[in-house]
C-alpha cells in the first residue's frame, strides 16, 4: 500500500466518523477495527474511556450525564450533588488497584472491569473485589463484564456492558464526540457482546 492509498484511506476513515450516526444503526466499527484485535479487548483502553465519559469536566462535554444514567440505572439513585468530584484510573491503595474510582464528598463508586473474564480470586482464594469492599467500605461497586457475570464480592453489582452500549445509544453528542462514542457502542455490540 502507497503512502497515498494510506491518506485517502484515513481521508475516508474520518469523513465516515464525522457523519451523524443514527440510533441503534450498527456497522462494523471501523475505528477499533483498525486498532486491532489488542485494543478491542484490552481492559486498560475500556477503562480510560470509561473514566472519560465518568468524569463531569471531560473533553466530552456531555456533563454529567453518563454518570448519572449509569448510577440511576445500575443502583437506582441520583447521585446528589457531584461537588468535589474526582474520577481515578488505576487507584492503588496498596494491595489494592481499582479501575475506575469516582470520589465525591458524599459518596464513591469503585468499577472493577474485566473484559476477557479475567479472574476474581488470588492465589488465597480471596477475591479482589471482596479486598475492594474491606479497603473501601461503603462504596457504589460495579463489576463490569461483557457477560455481566458476579463478582466474588456479592457488594458488587454485576453489570452487562450492554447497560454501558445501551446508554451511549441514548447519547446526542454532535460532532466528532458523537461518532466516536457510536464508534465506542457500535465496537461493545460488535466484539463484547457477541
Known amino acids: 500500500m502507497s503512502a497515498g492509498d494510506l491518506k485517502s484511506g484515513l481521508a475516508r476513515l474520518v469523513q465516515d466518523l464525522a457523519r451523524e450516526p443514527g440510533p441503534g444503526t450498527w456497522t462494523r466499527a471501523p475505528l ?4 486491532g484485535a ?7 483502553t475500556h477503562s480510560n474511556i470509561l473514566a472519560w465519559l465518568l468524569d463531569p ?6 456533563g454529567a450525564w453518563f454518570l448519572t444514567e449509569l448510577l440511576s440505572r ?7 450533588p457531584l461537588d468535589h ?4 484510573r488505576e487507584v492503588e491503595e496498596e494491595p489494592e488497584k481499582a479501575d475506575v ?7 464513591r463508586l469503585v468499577i472493577e472491569n474485566k473484559i476477557d473474564g479475567g479472574e476474581d480470586m488470588d492465589e ?12 473501601w467500605p461503603g462504596s457504589y461497586c460495579i463489576y463490569l463484564t461483557p457477560h455481566g457475570g458476579p463478582a466474588a464480592s456479592k457488594e458488587f453489582r454485576p453489570v ?9 445509544d441514548n447519547i446526542d453528542a454532535p460532532g466528532a464526540v458523537g461518532a466516536f462514542l457510536h464508534e465506542f457502542a457500535n465496537h461493545i455490540a460488535w466484539d463484547l457482546e457477541k
Open 74 to 80: 445500575v443502583f437506582v439513585r441520583d447521585p446528589g
Open 85 to 88: 468530584i474526582c474520577v481515578c
Open 101 to 107: 474510582m469516582v470520589t465525591t464528598d458524599s459518596w
Open 124 to 135: 488465597a482464594g480471596r477475591g479482589q473485589t471482596e479486598r475492594y469492599v474491606e479497603r
Open 38 to 44: 489488542r485494543c478491542r479487548r484490552d481492559e486498560e
Open 32 to 35: 477499533f477495527e483498525l486498532l
Open 160 to 168: 452487562h456492558y450492554r447497560l454501558v452500549r445501551e446508554i451511549l
Open 57 to 62: 469536566n471531560g473533553s466530552h462535554g456531555l
